[in-house]
């Protein structure tokens, strides 16, 4: 039972027990004054006939009798009067109604008494009837009075409800409202000033803070989880989004449907970064980003996302391999075309795009990213802006990513320094001054206990680009060496460090290369560094300027594998080089053929009027010594001398080497 049917109950209870308590109580007092007003007439009628009565007792005068009589017929409610002397004897009777009984009267007995004697008494017997109909008279009035006090009563008790228990149960039911359905629009009327109108209000702006906080919250929802799936800064989807719905794309798609994930970075994008600043990066981000995201609304099931840097992904859904090549051709030549203008000048980029195509749904869902960044770094190396597609678990592919993986397996080496240094001598002819020796550094992985050889992954990092990272490694560490133990290169004419072409072509190549030495405090004579013919030719320019630069420090340079990509001597008399190292194709049959011995004179009387010195590779018997030492070959390298060994073991020959 609600509170407001149970108030008005109880005021409606109250209500009915007072004025029936009234009632009652008024009754009773109807009862008492009826009765107080009988004695009183008792009591005045007593006196009114006192003497005529005492003198009827005492003289016994029949006109006293009349007179009596006479004064008692004007008393309508009195019905019978009579008078008793001392001893009880009836003096007088006067009886107006005759057929009244005696449950009909009222009886009242007076004394009468002279100067304090009781002469006498009489009884006066009044009709119910005249009092009884003033009782009800009475009693009508009453009732008029208590249903006049009822009505009343009920107004008030109308009144209480309307006032206070309605709207209590008003506030009560918009609490039950807000509470159960979360309905925070709920408005109660502020219309009144007392505590119900304050709680409207107090009400009022409770469910208005909760309705702002609830819309704020809601935001701060929205807002979270768009940020949870979108990136920060360019407004495409994330990664987190993109895993999402490529989870669901390989669980609950149609098998026979053809689906593509394409990973792509932006060509040349770090150079505009670390030139003209990142907000000048960002800006570029955003407004190609912008250009893309329209582009692929076109295509029917892709969606676009950016997973960081100038890296994003690209999936659809149902397509063919033609499709699909026909789209990322739109794309990359939008990429291409994009320009950005920034202080007079026009910024442009390109991409690496490689897509993997797959049907059958697959839960190992990081296989499918890694294939996707294989074929990317297919791309790029191909030499940026272009596309490469393959199907997933294609041999092709699998190719690739075994490609890869060296790549990523050289750079773990690079950081935990498990590419070595393993040096082999270059020793004198009997026909050369001086008796120190010359030291080549070569290259070794070491994983685990396993020595993997340089021609296991040179051309594969060749490929991707990354000799230039394992140059300067292998410069870093020989200086390293060194500096650990400066004396060794007392007993030493120089260290000979392989350089690759594409290093040469690094602007700031020779930079890095003099700041390392200079850092070792080490002497820049004791370094000579190897640079191979075909590089040497196909890089002409940079390579001349590389020398150079290196030169003036006192460094030394040498001509690796010479005589197997001379196109002219004229490249030969352009470099300024100190040293021609024959290649060991010439060398390891010059016993037993003559033309290349032969061969091997003829580069030999080069050097001498260049002045330079040469080196003989693959040398591995007395006969060969023999026929070098015939043609006066400066200085001899080989097996027949001493296998690569690790670099301790020369700096350090009395440990034992593992």
């Not at 990136?231 to 993109?242: A, C, E, K, S, V």
């Not at 003209?276 to 990066?281: A, E, M, R, V």
């Not at 001598?425 to 008796?435: A, C, L, R, V, Y």
Request: net charge negative; glycine share 4%.
């Amino acid at each position: 039972m609600i509170l407001r049917v149970k108030l008005n109950l109880l005021f409606i209870a109250i209500l009915l027990f007072t004025n029936g308590g009234l009632a009652y109580l008024l009754s009773e007092k109807q009862k008492e004054i009826i009765s107080n007003n009988i004695n009183i007439q008792a009591e005045a009628i007593s006196t009114l006939i006192s003497q005529d009565a005492i003198q009827l007792i005492t003289f016994n005068t029949p006109d006293l009798a009349s007179n009596i009589s006479t004064k008692l017929n004007t008393l309508n409610m009195l019905s019978k009067t009579k008078i008793y002397n001392t001893e009880g004897n009836n003096v007088l009777t006067i009886q107006r109604h005759v057929n009244l009984n005696a449950n009909d009267l009222i009886k009242k007995q007076e004394t009468l008494s002279y100067q304090g004697s009781t002469l006498g008494y009489v009884e006066l017997f009044f009709s119910k009837e005249s009092y009884d109909e003033a009782k009800d008279s009475l009693t009508v009035f009453l009732m008029q009075i208590f249903a006049i006090g009822l009505g009343l009563a009920l107004l008030f008790a109308l009144y209480l409800d309307n006032f206070f228990s309605k709207r209590i149960s008003i506030l009560n039911r918009a609490l039950q409202k807000t509470s159960n359905e979360q309905n925070y629009s709920v408005r109660l009327p502020e219309k009144h000033s007392d505590e119900i109108g304050k709680s409207y209000q107090n009400f009022n702006q409770l469910v208005a803070n909760t309705e702002r906080l609830l819309k704020k919250q809601t935001n701060q929802e929205q807002l979270l989880l768009f940020q949870a799936n979108h990136d920060t800064l360019t407004g495409l989807h994330n990664r987190l989004y993109i895993t999402k719905n490529l989870k669901k794309l390989l669980t609950t798609e149609n098998l026979n449907e053809t689906h593509a994930l394409c990973y792509f970075d932006l060509d040349k994008f770090k150079i505009i970064n670390d030139t003209f600043g990142h907000p000048i990066g960002d800006q570029l981000l955003i407004k190609l980003s912008e250009q893309m995201e329209q582009f692929i609304k076109s295509i029917p099931h892709a969606s676009i996302a950016r997973i960081g840097g100038d890296e994003f992904i690209l999936i659809v859904r149902n397509t063919d391999e033609n499709s699909l090549l026909n789209t990322l051709k739109q794309l990359l030549t939008l990429i291409q075309s994009f320009r950005l203008d920034y202080q007079g000048q026009t910024l442009s980029i390109g991409a690496s795009i490689g897509s993997i195509l797959f049907k059958k749904p697959t839960e190992n869902i990081h296989a499918l990213f890694a294939a996707a960044d294989t074929a990317c770094y297919h791309a790029k190396h191909k030499g940026g802006n272009t596309i490469s597609i393959f199907w997933l678990n294609s041999p092709e592919l699998q190719l690739e990513k075994e490609l890869v993986n060296w790549v990523q397996r050289i750079r773990n080496a690079i950081t935990n320094h498990q590419l070595i240094v393993y040096l082999q001598p270059i020793i004198k002819s009997p026909n050369t001054e001086g008796i120190n020796p010359s030291y080549e550094s070569l290259v070794r992985l070491k994983e685990g206990n396993k020595i993997i050889s340089p021609f296991a992954f040179i051309p594969i990092l060749e490929r991707f680009q990354m000799m230039p990272e394992v140059d300067f490694y292998m410069v870093q560490e020989v200086v390293n060496h060194l500096s650990n133990k400066p004396e060794f290169l007392n007993d030493v004419t120089h260290i000979s460090i392989n350089l690759s072409g594409t290093t040469l072509t690094i602007p700031d190549a020779a930079e890095r290369i003099i700041q390392i030495i200079e850092q070792s405090k080490l002497p820049f004579h004791k370094f000579c560094f190897e640079i191979t013919e075909t590089t040497a030719v196909s890089n002409l320019k940079e390579a001349k300027a590389f020398i150079n630069q290196l030169s003036q420090k006192g460094c030394l340079f040498s001509l690796d594998d010479f005589g197997t990509g001379m196109a002219s001597f004229e490249y030969l008399y352009a470099l300024p080089l100190n040293t021609l190292k024959i290649d060991g194709s010439f060398i390891k049959d010059i016993a037993e053929d003559p033309i290349k011995f032969e061969m091997v004179k003829s580069m030999q009387n080069i050097a001498n009027l260049m002045n330079l010195e040469t080196v003989a590779e693959y040398v591995e018997n007395q006969a060969i010594i023999d026929k070098l030492n015939e043609i006066g070959v400066h200085h001899h390298q080989g097996y027949y001398y001493s296998k690569p060994k690790p670099i301790q073991a020369f700096m350090n020959p009395e440990q034992k080497q593992d």
